[in-house]
């Protein structure tokens, strides 16, 4: 028999008998082998297990191969992919590889092809490793440099560590890495943005419920701090979370043990709590909205990404890097911006940072007909970002806004009135005028 490289298969397919076989066929060969009979099933692999390489049915119930590929690419990107089906044909093989699959390949399968398939895409994959931890920081700057060494000494601990910077500048790529770099990196990743779901929601996101805690709790389920058991959490936007779940995830903290809701059972935990927020937290404790112990807890070690124009020598670096991402994953043949669009990148203002500059690149492969994309096409990109959407938070930052400035113009500006139509206390009405810098005084007439 061959000595293969050793690595960990994912299979899926609906028909068990099949995958049964083919399952054996392969741990025979000396793989590792775990089996799912649903793309919903694989992606909950993914999540908990290190795998090295996916094989699926291209059509299946539910959620076919390439959906479930491109999934596995916002879950894993990079993550090789070889699609079998039944029912091949020239348009499905071009559709597939075009999409970034590594493999496409027909049933009957032929054993030395797949297992060629198999070896070819295990020897150009990149491990997850500590070696490996900063592929996703691209960086010539001085400040970014000593950012990322930071980073990698701090990974080693397990210390809470808060990361500052503007949104869209990168805070959870930065915190995967540092996840990456640390002895955690087998165990699970899991980010939770607590800005963008209301205060029950979250709290039972975070900290899981027992059966009837609430209306619609038919069953159990636990939270995503029970599921990053052994890994790290994520919490982004940790500055606009409630006060009222501030209490018990600082709790959670200081005791290692978490509570599901409508439960009276404590249940130990094992994770690492990485935060994150573009907020000024300070000036949140000084209006009661972030409670001083909890801060204190998290800001173990402070982590401070600047906004994109702050590192402008980053932009060709990371233009470039984020087009063949793109690219490969849509138009194989783009490989490059011209002289006038890269300089047209440079001096923009980017007001919505890294973030804004992946959704310019995305616009620009998606227009582009020719191999170079040209400076109209970044012009035109940047237009479109100017009208583009805003983020869950900050759609509903602005409403929160518009809302308070509208009702205390019609109460002019008498507070009492004010919080009385809008259904809150006086105390609470006066943080959130606090929150969007709103004076009443400039609402008397």
Known sequence: MIQRKPAKLLLVDDDPSLLKLLGMRLASEGFNVC???????????????????????LYMDEMDG???????????????????TAHGSIPDAVSATQQGVFSFLTKPVDREALYKAIDKALAIKTPASH?????????RSPIMTRLFEQAKMVAQ??????????????????????????PRSYKPFIAINCGALPEQLLESELFGHAKGAFTGAVSNRIGLIQAAAG??????????????LQVKLLRVLQERKVRPLGSNNDINIDVRIISATHRDLPKAMERDEFREDLYYRLNVVNLKLPALNERAEDIPLLADSLLRQVANRHKPFVHSFSNEAMKRLTVASWPGNVRQLVNVIEQCVALTTTPVINESLVEQALEGENTALPTFAEARSLFELNYLRKLLHITKGNVTHAARMAGRNRTEFYKLLARHQLDPNDFKE
Not at 66 to 84: A, D, H
Not at 234 to 244: A, R, V
């Open 131 to 139: 070696e490996s931890w900063s592929d996703q920081l691209v960086t």
């Open 231 to 244: 890994g790290t959490l994520f919490l982004d936007e940790i500055g606009d979370m409630p006060l009222s």
């Open 35 to 57: 089996t799912a009979e649903s793309g919903a099933e694989a992606l909950r692999i993914l999540a908990r297990d290190q795998i090295d390489l996916v094989i699926s049915d």
């Open 66 to 84: 390439l959906t479930l590929f491109g999934e596995i690419q916002k879950l894993v990107p990079g993550m090789p992919v070889i699609i079998i």
């Open 157 to 182: 601990s397990d210390v809470s560590i808060l990361i500052n910077g503007p949104s869209g500048s990168g805070k959870e790529v930065l915190a995967k890495a540092i996840h990456q770099a640390s």
